[in-house]
C-alpha cells in the first residue's frame, strides 16, 4: 500500500510563491499519471494540473502560467510550484496517483492547506 504525503502549504500574500511537495513511501514510477487537487469550502474538489509517467502535463486554465507540476522519480516525489497566487487559489491541496487510468481505486494524500490572504 503506497501512501502519499502533502507538504508545504501555508499562509502567503496574494502574488506570492509556494512549492507543494507530494512525498510517496514507494516508487512513482509505477503511476501511469500523478495530479494535484484543490478543494475550496463548499465547492467540489477540481483539477489543477496532472503529469503522465512520461512527463507529460495539463494544467486548469485558471492555473496556466502560474503554477508548474513537476515530479523527481528518484526522490518519488511530486512538486507543484505556485506562482502569482491568488485569493482564490485558496483550498486544501490534494495529490492523486492513478495505477493506470484516473478511477475511483487512486492513491490520495490527506492534503494541505494553501490560504492565500493580506
Known amino acids: 500500500q503506497v501512501q502519499l504525503r502533502e507538504s508545504g502549504g501555508g499562509l502567503v500574500q496574494p502574488g506570492g510563491s509556494l512549492r507543494l511537495s507530494c512525498a510517496a513511501s514507494g516508487n512513482i514510477f509505477m503511476f501511469n499519471a500523478m495530479g494535484w487537487y484543490r478543494q475550496a469550502p463548499g465547492k467540489q474538489r477540481e483539477l489543477v494540473a496532472s503529469i503522465s509517467r512520461a512527463g507529460r502535463t495539463n494544467y486548469a486554465d485558471s492555473v496556466k502560467g502560474r503554477f508548474t507540476i513537476t515530479k523527481d522519480n528518484a526522490k518519488n516525489t511530486l512538486y507543484l510550484q505556485m506562482n502569482s497566487l491568488k485569493p482564490e487559489d485558496t483550498a486544501v491541496y490534494y495529490c492523486?496517483?492513478?495505477?493506470?487510468?484516473?478511477?475511483?481505486?487512486?492513491?490520495w494524500g490527506q492534503g494541505t492547506q494553501v490560504t492565500v490572504s493580506s
Open positions: 492523486r496517483g492513478a495505477l493506470s487510468s484516473w478511477s475511483a481505486y487512486d492513491y
